[in-house]
């Protein structure tokens, strides 16, 4: 059974940065990061490769967050960097046994989220 435990969220201000981490017990392929905003869907944001550290992005978080892994200690983190306020969200840390998983229906396994607020 794979088993995900995020940490990292909090209250920063706009333009500020958060790293979330996401620690594995588990074989997975992909670790991806998602989010869900109130009443809206969740989404993907970033997903990287355990094997050659691919990695692939949402159009809104390009060139602002970063979608790492440390194999050694079976942990993904998510560099959040110039924060908005639109990035307000729950993050969830998710894995899936598959090389090409980016989509939500994709993802095997689920975290339980963790909250990040950035103020105006």
């Known amino acids: 059974q794979v088993q995900l435990v995020e940490s990292g969220g909090g209250l920063v201000q706009a333009g500020g940065s958060l790293r979330l981490s996401c620690t594995v017990s588990g074989r997975t392929v992909t670790m991806g990061w998602f989010r869900q905003a109130p009443g809206k869907e969740r989404e993907f944001v970033a997903a990287?490769?355990?094997?050659?550290?691919?990695?692939y992005y949402a159009d809104s978080v390009k060139g602002r967050f970063t979608i790492s892994r440390e194999n050694a200690k079976n942990t993904v983190y998510l560099q959040m960097n110039s924060l908005k306020p639109e990035d307000t969200a729950v993050y969830y840390c998710?894995?899936?046994?598959?090389?090409?998983?980016?989509?939500?229906?994709?993802?095997?396994?689920w975290g339980k989220g963790t909250l990040v607020t950035v103020s105006s």
């Open positions: 998710a894995g899936s046994k598959s090389l090409f998983a980016r989509g939500v229906d994709a993802m095997d396994y």
């Open positions: 990287v490769r355990w094997i050659g550290g691919i990695q």
